[in-house]
C-alpha cells in the first residue's frame, strides 16, 4: 500500500472516529520536505472539503522560507485554505480550531509550540510535522537550545534529550504515518482498522433553566450544559458573610473557558434585570489566557440582542460593555485584592496564580468562579485541587460547588493525538501513588539522595521521570513544556532527587550552576552587560558592587518541590541538606535560591539558613509577588561576601520602606530583616534631640499624638533595626508587624489596621506600649527629664527581653 493510501486510510478513520492523526515527514531535502506535505494536503483536502488549516515556520531562517515558498508553490490554486503564520503567534492561537496543521520544526523544538498547537486542529484532521533525521537533529542546534547557553558552557556542551525523547514518541505512536522523504520511502506505517465510531453524547437542556434558553443552546457538549447548571446558583447572592463558590476543572479543550463566558452573559443579563446593572470581574496571569472567554461573554450577549462595546489591549478583549448597565473587565490577579463593586468574580487558569493572591481573593468578594486546567499546556489543576480547593471546602462560611467537564469539544475522547502530546511533553504526568508502607519509609527516615545519570533519567526509566516530573505537575508551580525542555537539554541544568528506599520519587530539585565568571565578563556586566543564566553573580555585582563573586561557583535551586502528599514533614529541608553537602564535596562555594515571596515559602529558607540578598525594586504585574534572592555560604571564602551582600540589602530594605516597598507585606518584611547575629550598625545610637525626647515621651505616656511624634518614633524604629543581634532585645513578632506597618511604611491608620488585622484602636494603644519599650532601651536617662527618670526606670525592670 502506498503513504497516500495509508494517508487517506488515516484520514478516513479519523473521521468515523472523531480522531486527529500525524504525518512525519522525515528528510533534509528542502524542496522534497515541500513537495510530500503538499501532495499530502492534496490527499487530504479530498476528503475534507474547504479545509482550512495553518503552516508554522521560523521566518529568520532562509531555508524556511525556501520551504515555505516551495510549499506554496506546490499547493497552487487548490481549494485549501491555509493561514502562514511565525510560531512567535502561537500563544494567539489558542483559541482557534483549524482542520489540519503544517508545523516545520527543522530549525527549532520549543516545547510551548508544540504544546499550544496540539489542541488546535478538530476530530478528523491532521498534523503534519517536518523534522530532520535524527542522527542530523541532534548535530543541530535549535533556536529554543540557544537561548539555552551561558558563558560557561557553550554550543558543544548543549544536550539533545528533548529531541530524542520526541522522535521516540513518535516513532511509538499508533496513528503516526512517518515518510522518510529523501528515500522516497514509507519509515512507520500507521495501525489502521481498531478504532470505533464515534458517537456524540446527545444534548438535553433541562425544561426548567433560570438562564435564557439561547445561552444552553450554543453549548456543544452535555458536559457544558451541566456546567452552565451548576453556574446558575451565582444568581443568588449568599447571605451576608457567607460565598458561593463554583469551581470548574477540565482537561484542555473542553470548553471550560466558553461556557464560563456564556454563563456571564447569561448572568449579566439577569442580573440587569432584577438590579439596574452587572459589574464583573474576570483575572487570569495574562489577558490571552482569558481570550476564549471574552470571546463567549460576547457571543452570549449577542444572542441575547445586546449591543456590545469592546475595549482591547493589543490583540486581546480586556472589557467589554453594554450600555451603562454591563461590565466586564479584564483585571490583573494582584489589582483583584483592591478591587471593589464586583457582583461575580472569574479566576480563570486558577493554578497558575499564587496561592495567596487567591486567598484574597476568597476572602474579598462572595461569589467567585475558579476555573483550572487538570492537564496542559495552560497549567496544572492537581495542585490547585490539593491545596487551595482543601481550603474552600475547610472553610464553613463558604458553599462550594464542583464539576469536571471530561469530553473534548473539538474531538472525540481518548483523541491519539492528545495522548502523544501530553505523553511526550509529561503534561499528564502523576506523582509515585502512595501506600501504608510508604508512609512508614518517610517515617523512619529511609530514604536516598539520587544523583541521576541524566541519559538514564530523561531516556531510560520513563516511571521515575513521571514521577519526579509528576511532583512539579502537582506542586503548584506553573509549569510550561519549556521547562521540560530546559531541564532536559541545558547545559548547566541538572537534577536531584530524594526517594524512598524502595525507589518511589517523593522530592524534586532542578538546579542551575551559576558563576565562575571570567575577569572580561565581569567588567562587562559591571558596565551593564546581562549575564544569561546567573542571576544571582548578576545581581550581586550591579547592585553590591561584588565582583568577586561572580568568580565563586554555585548552585541556584530554580525549583524544588515534595510530593503533595509529604508535605510538611521535613523532606524539603533533608533534600537541602544533602544538596548542600554534595555541593561542597564538589568544591562549590554557595547554594541559592530565587522566588515570589510569600511569608511561608521564605520562612522555610531563612529556617534553613539561607541568607537574602537582593528584592525586586517592584512586584511583578501579573503575579503581584516581589521577587527575592536568598544564598547560604558553605565554606569560608564565600561567607564573608554573602553576609555583606545580606547588611547591604538589609540597610536598603530598612531605608526604602516608604517607598518602594510601602506595600511589602510586614511578616515577609521582618523575615527579610533578620539580623543573622550581625548588626547593621551595632555603634548605632539614636540621634534623638532634647525635644525629640520630651515629645516621645509625651506619646509614650501622655497626651502627645502619634502624628506629633512620628519623626522621633522612627528614629528609635530605625535604631531598633540597626542595632538588631547587640541589645538584649527581640520584639514579639506581632510587635515588629506593627512597627514596620504603621512606622517604617507610614501606612494610614485604617489600612496599617486592616493588613494586622485588628482594630484602630488596639493599634494605637500598642503602639505607645512598643514605644515605652524601645524608650528603655534607646534613650539614655540622662537624656530623659527628671520627673520622668524613676517611671522608665520601674518600666524597664518588666520591659520585653
Known amino acids: 500500500m502506498g503513504w497516500v493510501d495509508l494517508l487517506s486510510g488515516l484520514v478516513r478513520e479519523g473521521l468515523s472516529s472523531n480522531h486527529r492523526s500525524l504525518i512525519v515527514l522525515v528528510g533534509t531535502n528542502d524542496e522534497k520536505l515541500a513537495k510530500y506535505a503538499a501532495d499530502a494536503l492534496s490527499a487530504f ?68 509550540d508544540v504544546g499550544r498547537l496540539g489542541g488546535i486542529v478538530r476530530g478528523g484532521g491532521v498534523y503534519i510535522l517536518m523534522i530532520p533525521p535524527l542522527e542530523e537533529w541532534v548535530r543541530r542546534l535549535t533556536k529554543f537550545q540557544q537561548t539555552l547557553l551561558v558563558p560557561q558552557y557553550g554550543p558543544e556542551h548543549v544536550r539533545h534529550f528533548l529531541k530524542v525523547r520526541f522522535w521516540n514518541k513518535v516513532i511509538g505512536m499508533d496513528k503516526a504515518l512517518i515518510i522518510d522523504v529523501d528515500r522516497d520511502d514509507i519509515a512507520k506505517e500507521p495501525k ?145 485584592l483592591s478591587e471593589e463593586g464586583r457582583d461575580v468574580v472569574v ?109 538514564d533519567f530523561f531516556l531510560g526509566n520513563e516511571e521515575r521521570l513521571r514521577q519526579f516530573f509528576g511532583i512539579y505537575v502537582q506542586a503548584h508551580y506553573r509549569n510550561e513544556p519549556d521547562d521540560l525542555g530546559m531541564m532536559m537539554d541545558a547545559p548547566h541544568h541538572f537534577v536531584r532527587a530524594l526517594a524512598l528506599g524502595n525507589g518511589k520519587v517523593v522530592v524534586s530539585v532542578e538546579l542551575a550552576e551559576e558563576g565562575g565568571i571570567s575577569d572580561e565578563l565581569i567588567d562587562l556586566v559591571v558596565r551593564g552587560l546581562k549575564l544569561p543564566g546567573n542571576i544571582i553573580p548578576d545581581r550581586l555585582i550591579k547592585y553590591w558592587g561584588l565582583s568577586e563573586f561572580a568568580k565563586l561557583r554555585g548552585w541556584r535551586i530554580i525549583r524544588i518541590a515534595t510530593h503533595p502528599e509529604l508535605q510538611d514533614r521535613g523532606l524539603g529541608t533533608e533534600m537541602l541538606r544533602h544538596i548542600e553537602e ?29 541568607m537574602p ?60 530583616l533578620t539580623d543573622w547575629g550581625e548588626a547593621l550598625d551595632g555603634e548605632y545610637s539614636a540621634r534623638l534631640t532634647e525635644a525629640q525626647v520630651r515629645r516621645l515621651i509625651a506619646y509614650a505616656w501622655g497626651p502627645m499624638t502619634y502624628e506629633n511624634t512620628a519623626d522621633a518614633i522612627t528614629e528609635l524604629v530605625k535604631t531598633y533595626y540597626l542595632r538588631l543581634g547587640v541589645d538584649d532585645i527581640r520584639l514579639p513578632p506581632p510587635y515588629e508587624a506593627a512597627l514596620i506597618c504603621k512606622v517604617l511604611q507610614a501606612r494610614p491608620w485604617r489600612e496599617a489596621a486592616r493588613v494586622l488585622n485588628i482594630r484602630k484602636s488596639t493599634l494605637m494603644l500598642l503602639l505607645r506600649e512598643i514605644v515605652k519599650i524601645l524608650i528603655q532601651y534607646y534613650v539614655k536617662y540622662t537624656e530623659i527629664p527628671e520627673f520622668m527618670v524613676s517611671v522608665t526606670k520601674s518600666q524597664k525592670k518588666g520591659g520585653n527581653r
Open 45 to 112: 483536502s479530498s476528503l475534507v472539503k474547504d479545509a482550512h488549516g495553518l503552516y508554522m515556520y521560523q521566518p529568520e531562517y532562509s531555508d524556511a522560507q525556501r520551504r515555505m515558498g516551495k510549499f506554496k508553490e506546490l499547493i497552487g490554486n487548490t481549494p485549501i485554505s491555509i493561514d502562514y503564520r511565525p510560531y512567535k503567534d502561537t500563544d494567539e492561537l489558542l483559541g482557534v480550531t483549524v482542520d489540519f496543521a503544517v508545523l516545520d520544526l527543522m530549525n527549532d523544538l520549543k516545547p510551548n
Open 192 to 336: 489502521l482498522g481498531n478504532s470505533e465510531t464515534w458517537k456524540p453524547r446527545p444534548i438535553t437542556i433541562p425544561d426548567r433553566t433560570r438562564f435564557p434558553r439561547p445561552i444552553y443552546e450554543l453549548a456543544k457538549t452535555q458536559d457544558q450544559v451541566e456546567a452552565l447548571k451548576a453556574m446558575e446558583t451565582l444568581m443568588d447572592r449568599p447571605p451576608r458573610g457567607r460565598r458561593l463558590n463554583v469551581v470548574l476543572i477540565a482537561d484542555r479543550g473542553r470548553g471550560k473557558s466558553a461556557i464560563i463566558g456564556l454563563a456571564l452573559a447569561a448572568l449579566a443579563h439577569r442580573l440587569r434585570r432584577i438590579k439596574g446593572r452587572a459589574r464583573f470581574a474576570v483575572t487570569a496571569m495574562n489577558p490571552s489566557n482569558v481570550s476564549t472567554l471574552m470571546e463567549f461573554l460576547i457571543r452570549g450577549l449577542k444572542a441575547l440582542n445586546y449591543d456590545v462595546d469592546v475595549e482591547r489591549w493589543g490583540n486581546d478583549v480586556v472589557s467589554v460593555r453594554v450600555g451603562v448597565s454591563i461590565f466586564v473587565d479584564y483585571i490583573r490577579p494582584y489589582d483583584m
Open 347 to 455: 479566576v480563570d487558569e486558577a493554578a497558575m496564580i499564587p496561592l495567596p493572591v487567591l486567598y484574597g481573593i476568597h476572602e474579598r468578594f462572595s461569589r467567585v468562579v475558579y476555573a483550572s486546567t487538570i492537564h496542559g499546556y495552560e497549567g496544572a489543576g492537581r495542585g490547585f485541587s490539593l491545596r487551595f480547593l482543601k481550603y474552600l471546602h475547610e472553610d464553613k462560611s463558604t458553599k462550594v460547588i464542583e464539576y469536571e467537564l471530561k469530553e473534548p469539544i473539538r474531538y472525540a475522547p481518548n483523541d491519539p493525538v492528545e495522548e502523544w502530546l501530553f505523553d511526550t511533553l509529561l503534561l499528564d504526568a502523576e506523582p509515585a501513588k502512595l501506600v501504608e508502607e510508604d508512609y512508614e519509609l518517610v517515617n523512619k527516615r529511609d530514604l536516598k539522595y539520587i544523583v541521576p545519570d541524566l541519559e
Open 582 to 610: 554534595e555541593a561542597r564535596e564538589k568544591g562549590l562555594d554557595w547554594v541559592g535560591v530565587g522566588f515570589g515571596v510569600n511569608a511561608k515559602l521564605l520562612n522555610f529558607w531563612i529556617k534553613n539558613g539561607y
Open 613 to 672: 540578598v537582593h528584592i525586586s525594586p517592584e512586584r511583578n504585574p501579573i503575579s503581584g509577588e516581589y521577587s527575592v534572592l536568598l544564598v547560604k555560604p558553605i565554606n569560608e571564602k564565600s561567607r564573608d561576601v554573602v553576609v555583606y551582600a545580606n547588611k547591604e540589602f538589609r540597610l536598603r530594605l530598612l531605608n526604602s520602606l516608604q517607598g518602594p516597598f510601602h506595600d511589602l507585606e510586614p511578616d515577609v518584611t521582618s523575615m527579610l
